[in-house]
C-alpha cells in the first residue's frame, strides 16, 4: 500500500497567523512603533554625526592639522566652523530624540485606545494648556538655545562668560548649556536664563596691559623699552602664531602723584590671550630691570564713611576690641 505524504496545508497555516495577529494586534503594533522609533532614532543620530565628522575633518584637511586645537593657528574661520558645527550637531541630536519621542507617544495612545481620539483630543487640549503656564520656562530654554546656536554666538569649545558662570563650553542642548570653568567644575546654566554671553572665542582677542611707571621717570625711554620687547616676543618662532597685530602703546592711561600709567595692547588670536599675557608681563619685568626702572608702590585709599578714616591697602584694619597687655608688661 503506498503511503503518501499529505501536501502542507498552507490555507490552514495562513489563517493560523492570521488569527494571531488579530488576538495580538495591540501588543505587536506597540512594539513594533516601538522598535521603528529606536532605529530610525539611531540611524538619524549617526547621520549627524557623519555629517559632524566630515565638516570637522574637512577643515582640518584643508588645513593640514591632526587635532581641532591646533586649528587656532590656522585661519579664525576654520575654527569657527568646527565649533559651529559642532554645537550644532548637538542641538540636532536633542531635537530628532525629542520630536521621535513625542510621536511615539501620540502613536502609543492611538494604538491602546482607538476609540477615544475624541476624548483624547479634549484631554490633551486642557494638558496642553496646563502645559502652557506651567512650562512656560522650557520653551524659553528650548527657544534660547535654538537661537544661541543659529546666531553663532557660542560653540562647543568656547570660552564664555554666561553671567553666573565662566568657562569652557562642553556642549550646548535645547535646554541646558554645559561651562566646565577653570577649577574644575562642570556647570549647568538653562538657556533661557542666559540674558547675556561674553565669548572670548571669537574671532580675536585684545592683551592690555596696564604698567605703571615712575612719576619722575623718562617716559618716552620706557614706551620705547616696553615696545621693542614686545615687538621682539611678537616675531619669536614661539609666539607669532598666536599674536594678529603688531603691539601697541596706547599712550598714558593715568596720571596720578605716585605714578604713570602707560598702556600697551597686542591683538592675539581667540583662548590664546591669557597665555601671550602672562609672557609678555614676564617679559616686560625683565626689560624693566635691564633699564633699571623699579614700579612704584601703589597705595589704595579707602575711605570709611561711618569712621571717616583713610586706611591704606597695606594696612588691615582691625574690627576686634585690642588684647590686654601681659602682665608682666604692665607698668605701674
Known amino acids: 500500500m503506498d503511503e503518501t505524504t499529505p501536501a502542507f496545508d498552507w490555507t490552514a497555516f495562513w489563517a493560523g497567523v492570521s488569527s494571531f495577529v488579530d488576538a495580538w494586534q495591540v501588543p505587536l503594533k506597540v512594539v513594533l512603533v516601538l522598535v521603528v522609533a529606536v532605529v530610525l532614532n539611531w540611524a538619524l543620530r549617526i547621520a549627524i554625526r557623519r555629517v ?3 565638516v570637522v575633518n574637512g577643515a582640518k584637511k584643508r588645513h593640514r592639522v591632526d587635532g581641532t586645537q591646533a586649528l587656532i593657528a590656522s585661519p579664525l574661520a576654520a575654527a569657527r566652523i568646527v565649533q559651529r558645527t559642532r554645537a550644532l550637531g548637538t542641538v540636532f541630536n536633542s531635537s530628532v530624540t525629542a520630536l521621535i519621542i513625542i510621536v511615539v507617544v501620540l502613536l502609543l495612545v492611538s494604538i491602546v485606545f482607538p476609540y477615544a481620539t475624541g476624548a483624547f483630543a479634549i484631554v490633551s487640549a486642557a494638558i496642553g494648556v496646563g502645559l502652557g503656564f ?20 557660542l560653540g562647543v569649545g568656547d570660552i564664555a562668560d554666561l553671567g553666573e558662570a565662566t568657562g569652557t563650553v562642553e556642549e550646548v542642548g535645547l535646554r541646558i548649556t554645559k561651562v566646565r570653568s ?7 546654566v538653562r538657556n533661557g536664563e542666559i540674558l547675556r554671553v561674553g565669548n572670548f572665542s571669537h574671532d580675536w582677542a585684545r592683551v592690555i596691559i596696564d604698567l605703571p611707571a615712575p612719576y619722575t621717570a623718562d617716559i ?25 597685530e603688531k603691539p601697541e602703546i596706547w599712550g598714558i592711561e593715568s596720571v596720578s602723584a605716585e605714578a604713570i600709567v602707560i598702556r600697551l595692547v597686542m591683538k592675539a588670536r581667540p583662548a590664546e590671550q591669557w597665555a601671550v599675557a602672562r609672557e609678555l608681563r614676564l617679559r616686560l619685568k625683565l626689560a624693566l630691570d635691564e633699564i633699571d626702572v623699579n614700579l612704584p608702590a601703589l597705595n589704595r ?11 591704606k591697602s597695606t594696612e588691615v584694619p582691625t ?5 590686654p597687655k601681659p602682665h608682666g608688661d604692665e607698668t605701674e
Request: no cysteine; hydrophobic share 45%; charged share 25%.
Open 319 to 323: 574690627k576686634t576690641k585690642p588684647l
Open 52 to 54: 559632524v565628522d566630515r
Open 134 to 153: 506651567g512650562a512656560q520656562n522650557v520653551v524659553k530654554d528650548v527657544r534660547n538655545g535654538i537661537f544661541m546656536v543659529a546666531e553663532d554666538q
Open 182 to 188: 577653570v577649577d574644575g567644575t562642570l556647570w549647568f
Open 220 to 244: 618716552a625711554s620706557i614706551q620705547d623699552k616696553l615696545l621693542q620687547t614686545a615687538n621682539t616676543m611678537a616675531n619669536s618662532a614661539a609666539w607669532k602664531s598666536k599674536i594678529i
Open 301 to 311: 585709599v579707602v575711605i570709611d564713611s561711618k569712621a571717616t578714616t583713610q586706611v
